[in-house]
């Protein structure tokens, strides 16, 4: 169940890239790259962080060919047809979303700290994320633009750590923390939730002193008729 949903994961992110692509106007090669980029840079990080060799996708064929099959099966569609406007945004909260607990568990599983596994978690999902829309010319990055989305991930981190340390095992952390993730993205992208904005104070209009008269003006109040 958890290689079903971390291929899930993915998939979503494989399907971004592409989608990031197809919207800058790059040709399939550039799809390929991205599609590639979006799914695989988080957990490269996470790897390389943790000393972890050689990195997880290097090994894994079936990973490989399931990126280059969402890849390519999403090019044909969108060869014929056009997706909504914020199809880009519901797939890239489903790959953040798994892909943000796949990162805690892997952290948690290397004994590391609890700071260490949220911060390895988010990430974990984010990264993806940046470099995708860095490639595709789009700055500033998703990460940048929108408020709740590595907030989104940091509580799904926080959430699968708490469960983790309550004896709940992976099979029922992991789809709780990444339906933590999703819901509070999914709030963010059609309830525009975001987190509280400081405004910043204006300055208090200095007191308008009232105008002197001009000096030739007074003089001639006092002048004889």
Same mark, same amino acid.
């Given at each position: 169940m958890l290689h079903a949903l971390y291929l899930l994961g993915i998939s979503a992110f494989a399907a971004s890239g592409v989608l990031a692509a197809h919207r800058a106007r790059?040709?399939?090669?550039?799809? &390929?790259v991205l599609a590639?980029?979006?799914?695989?840079?988080?957990?490269? @990080?996470?790897? %390389?962080? &943790?000393?972890?060799?050689?990195?997880?996708?290097?090994?894994?064929?079936? @990973?490989?060919? %399931?990126i280059g099959l969402v890849a390519v099966v999403t090019m044909a569609y969108l060869h014929r047809w056009e997706l909504p406007h914020r199809t880009l945004m519901i797939v890239d909260a489903l790959g953040l979303s798994v892909v943000t607990v796949i990162g805690a568990r892997a952290a948690v599983e290397a004994h590391v700290t609890p700071l260490a596994v949220i911060i390895l978690a988010v990430l974990t999902g984010v990264t993806g994320e940046v470099v995708r829309d860095v490639l595709c010319g789009q700055f500033p990055p998703l990460l940048l633009r929108e408020e709740v989305y590595a907030t989104a991930a940091l509580a799904g981190a926080v959430c699968y750590l708490l469960l983790d340390r309550a004896g709940a095992g992976?099979?029922?952390?992991?789809?709780?923390?990444?339906?933590?993730?999703?819901?509070l993205r999914m709030a963010a992208v059609f309830r525009g939730m975001h987190l509280p904005r400081s405004r910043p104070r204006l300055p208090h209009p200095e007191p308008r002193l009232?105008?002197?008269?001009?000096?030739?003006?007074?003089?001639?109040?006092?002048?004889a008729p």
């Open positions: 790059m040709d399939p090669f550039g799809g &390929l590639f980029a979006a799914s695989v840079s988080g957990g490269t @990080l996470r790897d %390389v962080i &943790l000393d972890r060799h050689p990195l997880y996708w290097t090994q894994d064929w079936q @990973l490989l060919a %399931v992976p099979g029922l952390a992991t789809p709780v923390a990444a339906g933590v993730v999703f819901v009232p105008r002197s008269e001009p000096r030739h003006r007074r003089d001639e109040s006092y002048a």
